[in-house]
């Protein structure tokens, strides 16, 4: 998963250069080609990218809830 995250987002600095050298030449594609690639780092890469991050539960120390809050809270009033 991690190797074709890395792949997908090579494909879209690649396609995002040539969408801007389209755009530099005045191409009269340049725009789809661009709108093109929004659209894949939109609805493709990132939902590999999201997937890959968490999908192992990593996320489970990032987020707030009670337990957090109140051990927090305590080392802050420690202080």
Same mark, same amino acid.
């Given at each position: 998963?991690?190797?074709?995250?890395?792949?997908?987002?090579?494909?879209?600095?690649?396609?995002?250069?040539?969408?801007?050298?389209?755009?530099?030449?005045?191409?009269?594609?340049?725009?789809?080609?661009?709108?093109?690639?929004?659209?894949?780092?939109?609805?493709?890469?990132?939902?590999?990218?999201?997937?890959? +991050?968490?999908?192992? @539960? %990593?996320? !489970? #120390?990032?987020?707030?809830?009670? +337990?957090?809050?109140? @051990? %927090?809270? !305590? #080392?802050?009033?420690?202080?």
């Amino acid at each position: 998963m991690k190797t074709l995250s890395k792949i997908l987002f090579i494909i879209f600095i690649v396609w995002i250069a040539i969408g801007i050298y389209l755009l530099n030449t005045e191409h009269e594609k340049a725009q789809i080609v661009m709108g093109l690639a929004v659209f894949f780092f939109s609805f493709i890469f990132m939902p590999v990218f999201i997937y890959h +991050r968490y999908r192992k @539960g %990593k996320y !489970k #120390k990032y987020v707030l809830n009670d +337990r957090t809050l109140l @051990g %927090k809270m !305590k #080392k802050m009033d420690e202080e």
